[in-house]
C-alpha cells in the first residue's frame, strides 16, 4: 500500500499535459489543450486537458479524471500501477513491503505477468553481458550488427541460454509460479508437466508496452538449420496482443510527435540501426501485417506515415493492397524503396547516418502514386490489365475520406494513368456509391434482426432485475447544479450582505439540511462534502477528482470540464460580452439554492394534491389542505426571495 504522503507528493509533481502528452498529439486552445481521442475513432477533436484543474475530458466517450485516472483507462493500469508509473516518471521513490515467493499468487493477474516479464528481460540481458555463453554468443551477434552498448542497454536486448531450463529454474528458485511462466510464453509445458526455456538459444528483443513495460518478447535464432524458426515472439496473453503492439513505440512516441511523421520498417533490427542513426522516430509492426489498430495507435501522435521498404519487388507488390487500410484511417502514405539487396538496417549500417536521411528525402514517394507506377510497369499494353490497374488505382483512393485530398490524386493519377479525369470521377462516384449502399443494407439488416427479436419476459437467459425509478430529470440538473458550485466556489469566502469568515461551501452545505439529495452520485459528494466540513475540512475540487469511486470522478469532471472554450482574443475581435456568474455571486449561490428548494417544494405540493384527490374523510381532507397551504405560502416566499436576489 503506497502512503499518502507519497500519493501527495506524486499528484504534486505531476503535470496533466506532460504525462496526456505522451500517448495524445495536444494542441494549444485557449487555457486548455486539445487532441483525438485515444479511446475512439475520430476525426475531429473532442478530447480536451485543462492545466489549471489538472484533468482531461473525452466528450466522444465520456471518459475524465485525472492524470491517474487517465492512465487506468488508456493502459488498464490498477490504481497503484498508475501512481508507480508516475512516480517512475517524476523520480519520487516509492517505498513498498516486500512479499514472500508464496505471496506471489495473490498479485493480480495481469501485474503478475508484468512481474515475470521484466524478471525475464533482466535475466536475458544480464545473461548476455555477465556469462561467457551470453558474451560470446549473444553480444557478439549484437556488436557484428553494429548496435552499440547504449542501444543493448536502451533497447534491453539480451540472450537466452542455449540450455533446456536456465530461466524456468531460475524463475521458478527465485518464486516465480508456473501459471504465469506458462501464460506468458516464456516456458512451455511438456506432457509430463515439466516446464522448459521456449527461447533456449536466441538472442532476446524485448517488447515494450506504450508505457514501457516489458510485455512480451521476440527470440531470433542463430543457428544454421533450416528446421528451427528463424524467430519465435510471444504468444498472445493477457498484457500482449501482438496486433495492437508495434515494436520500438516507447522509444519512438517523442521523436513521431516532434518530427509530425513516423517511419514504419518491417523488423527488430531495422529499428535498432535507424533508431540509432539519429532517426528516432521509426517503429515495426512486430511481426505481422500491419493492423487497423497499430495504424490507431500512430495516428495518436501524427497523420503521417512514411513507410520504408527493402528491395524485394514481389514483397512490395503483395503489400500493397493491404496498405490502404492506412488510408481508410485518413493518414497521408509515402514510401521509400531501397536499392536492391538492402533493407534500412543494411543501408544505414553501409552508408551511414547521412546518406540515410538524405535517400528518405530524395526517394520517397506518395503511395498513391507509387503504387500506380508499380502496378502500371506490369500492364505493357494489355488494354485489360490497364482497366484492372485503373480500377486498383481508384480503389485506393475512394478510401481516403477526405474527398479534396481523393480529388487532388485523381488528377495526378489521370496523367500517370493516361486515362480522362472524368472517367476516373465516374468511376470513383460509382465505389463510393456502391460501398454506401452496402453500409445502409447492414444497417437495414441490424436493424430488421433487432425488430425480430421475441417480445416475452424470459427472452434472456439469465433474469434481469428491473432498475429503481430513475431520478427525475428536473431533480438531477438542480442536484449536479449545487455539486457544480460546491466544486468551482466551495472554497471561497462569502463577500455579500455583511457575512464575514464564512466559505461558500459550508454555506451551500448548511442552506440545504433540510434537502434530501436524490440523484444517488449528488447526494454522496453532498454527504461526504458535509462530513468533511464538521471534521474541520475544506474538500477541493482535487478531493473529487482524486476520489477512489468511479461515479463521483466521473461526475466531478463533468461538472468541471466544459467542452467549450472562448478564445482569448474572442472579445477584443468581436466585442461580445459573455455573462460570467461570479460578478453576483450572491444571485449564483442563493439562486441555486433555492431553485432547489422551490423544486422540492412544487414535489411536495404535488404529492399532497394527490392525495387530497384520495382522501376519504372530511378530517383527513383538513389536515391535507392545511398542509397544502402552508407549503403554498413556503412556495410564495421563495419565488419571492429569488425574484428579489435576481434583480438585484
Not at 497503484?80 to 515467493?101: C, D, H, N, Q
Not at 511438456?190 to 506504450?210: Q, T
Not at 518491417?266 to 489498430?293: I, K, M, P
Amino acid at each position: 500500500m503506497i502512503q499518502k504522503s507519497t500519493i501527495d507528493r506524486i499528484m504534486e509533481a505531476t503535470d496533466i499535459v506532460e504525462v496526456i502528452g505522451e500517448f495524445v498529439q495536444l494542441k494549444k486552445r485557449g487555457a486548455n489543450y486539445v487532441g483525438l481521442s485515444p479511446f475512439a475513432n475520430e476525426r475531429t477533436p473532442s478530447f480536451t486537458v485543462s492545466p489549471a484543474k489538472g484533468i482531461f475530458k473525452d466528450f466522444s466517450t465520456g471518459k475524465g479524471g485525472s492524470a491517474v485516472t487517465f492512465l487506468m483507462e488508456l493502459e488498464k493500469f490498477s490504481y497503484p500501477e498508475a501512481l508507480k508509473w508516475l512516480a517512475k516518471k517524476y523520480g519520487i521513490e516509492v517505498e513498498e513491503t516486500v512479499e514472500a515467493p508464496e505471496n506471489r499468487e495473490e498479485e493480480l493477474r495481469r501485474e503478475s505477468l508484468m512481474i515475470v516479464s521484466a524478471f525475464a528481460a533482466k535475466f536475458f540481458h544480464e545473461t548476455m553481458l555477465e556469462t561467457e555463453e551470453g558474451q560470446s554468443i549473444g553480444l557478439s551477434y549484437f556488436k557484428e550488427r553494429g548496435f552499440t552498448a547504449e542501444t543493448i542497454k536502451k533497447f534491453e536486448l539480451g540472450y537466452s541460454p542455449d540450455q533446456w531450463e536456465a530461466f524456468t529454474g531460475k524463475a521458478l528458485r527465485e518464486g516465480y509460479k508456473e501459471p504465469f511462466l506458462v501464460e506468458s510464453g516464456l516456458s512451455v509445458k511438456r506432457d509430463n508437466g515439466a516446464l522448459y526455456d521456449r527461447y533456449r538459444g536466441r538472442v532476446m528483443f524485448p517488447i515494450h508496452s506504450f508505457t514501457g513495460r516489458v510485455i512480451g518478447f521476440g527470440g531470433r535464432t542463430l543457428k544454421k538449420d533450416k528446421n528451427v524458426a528463424k524467430y519465435v515472439n510471444s504468444p498472445e496473453s493477457e498484457i500482449y496482443h501482438k496486433s495492437n503492439v508495434l515494436y520500438g513505440l516507447y522509444f519512438a512516441k517523442k521523436a513521431i510527435r516532434e518530427q509530425d511523421n513516423c517511419y514504419l520498417v518491417e523488423g527488430y533490427a531495422d529499428v535498432l540501426s535507424v533508431h540509432q542513426a539519429g532517426v528516432e522516430n521509426v517503429v515495426a509492426s512486430s511481426g505481422t501485417s500491419l493492423t487497423t489498430e497499430q495504424i490507431k495507435l500512430i495516428a495518436r501522435f501524427t497523420k503521417n506515415i512514411t513507410i520504408l521498404y527493402d528491395g524485394d519487388a514481389a514483397g512490395i507488390k503483395a503489400s500493397l493492397r493491404g496498405l490502404d487500410m492506412i488510408l481508410e484511417e485518413g493518414l497521408n502514405v509515402k514510401v521509400v524503396l531501397f536499392p536492391d539487396g538492402h533493407d534500412p538496417d543494411s543501408f544505414v549500417q553501409s552508408k551511414g547516418s547521412s546518406a540515410f536521411k538524405k535517400h528518405i528525402e530524395e526517394n520517397k514517394k506518395d503511395f498513391i502514386l507509387y503504387k500506380t507506377q508499380i502496378l502500371l510497369k506490369e500492364v505493357a499494353n494489355d488494354p485489360i490489365k490497364k482497366a484492372d490497374v485503373i480500377r486498383e488505382v481508384v480503389e485506393s483512393i475512394a478510401k481516403i475520406p477526405d474527398s479534396i485530398k481523393a480529388s487532388v490524386f485523381i488528377k495526378e493519377c489521370s496523367g500517370l494513368l493516361q486515362i480522362d479525369e472524368r472517367a476516373l470521377l465516374s468511376e470513383l462516384n460509382k465505389m463510393r456509391a456502391a460501398k454506401a449502399k452496402k453500409e445502409e443494407q447492414q444497417r437495414q439488416q441490424q436493424n430488421n434482426r433487432f425488430a425480430e427479436m421475441p417480445d416475452e419476459p424470459h427472452f434472456f437467459d439469465e433474469p434481469v432485475e428491473l432498475e429503481a425509478p430513475a431520478v427525475a430529470k428536473d431533480d438531477a440538473f438542480q442536484e449536479k447544479e449545487i455539486v457544480r458550485l460546491l466544486l468551482h466556489y466551495g472554497g471561497r469566502m462569502i463577500d455579500w450582505d455583511g457575512i464575514a469568515n464564512t466559505y461558500i461551501g459550508p454555506f451551500i452545505i448548511a442552506e440545504l439540511s433540510d434537502v434530501a439529495f436524490e440523484h444517488p452520485v449528488c447526494k454522496q459528494i453532498t454527504e461526504i462534502y458535509r462530513r468533511e466540513v464538521e471534521n474541520g475540512v475544506l474538500p477541493d475540487d482535487n478531493y473529487f477528482i482524486h476520489h477512489k469511486d468511479k461515479g463521483i470522478v466521473d461526475l466531478t469532471i463533468n461538472m468541471l470540464a466544459s467542452k467549450y472554450s472562448l478564445s482569448e482574443n474572442w472579445y477584443e475581435m468581436h466585442r461580445i460580452t459573455v455573462n460570467d456568474e461570479q460578478v453576483n455571486m450572491k444571485a449564483t449561490i442563493l439562486g441555486a439554492i433555492f431553485h432547489l428548494k422551490k423544486h422540492k417544494v412544487g414535489k411536495m405540493l404535488e404529492d399532497l394534491r394527490s392525495q387530497l384527490q384520495k382522501a376519504d374523510s372530511e378530517a383527513d381532507q383538513e389536515i391535507l389542505l392545511n398542509q397544502y397551504m402552508r407549503m403554498k405560502k413556503v412556495e410564495k416566499s421563495i419565488s419571492d426571495f429569488l425574484g428579489s436576489v435576481i434583480i438585484k
